[in-house]
């Protein structure tokens, strides 16, 4: 059975589980929504703790310039869009199209083409 996974990347509290719970409610099919910090918590504190600026549990967290700029060094994304400029009902009225007619070749699949393209030479 094929699964999809929708990948929403940002920086910290740009609304991106917001945007997972609204999309969830607007889809048909069931979709699980596992966010970065509920991942985490699958690991050990002594592992958490360690990581540099992680700690969420602290309250949101700020990311260096280096971190912001590499968040999005990869460029690969099926859609863009500008949540300090756009709603979350917007935003996942964006999402839906994509998701029933997605672009081809995917931006996974880029990325995957751009790390074997990298690892070959």
Request: some cysteine; charged content about 30%; overall charge negative.
């Amino acid at each position: 059975m094929a699964a999809r996974i929708v990948f929403l990347n940002g920086t910290p509290s740009v609304g991106k589980s917001s945007t997972a719970r609204a999309l969830q409610q607007r889809l048909a099919e069931p979709h699980f929504y596992l966010g970065l910090d509920e991942f985490r918590r699958g690991y050990l504190d002594r592992h958490w703790l360690a990581d540099h600026g992680t700690d969420r549990r602290k309250g949101p967290m700020d990311l260096d310039q280096p971190e912001l700029h590499a968040l999005h060094d990869h460029g690969c994304y099926d859609l863009t869009v500008d949540t300090s400029q756009t709603s979350v009902e917007q935003v996942v009225d964006r999402i839906l199209p994509v998701l029933d007619d997605p672009p081809r070749p995917a931006a996974f699949d880029r990325l995957r083409r751009i790390r074997e393209e990298s690892a070959n030479r």
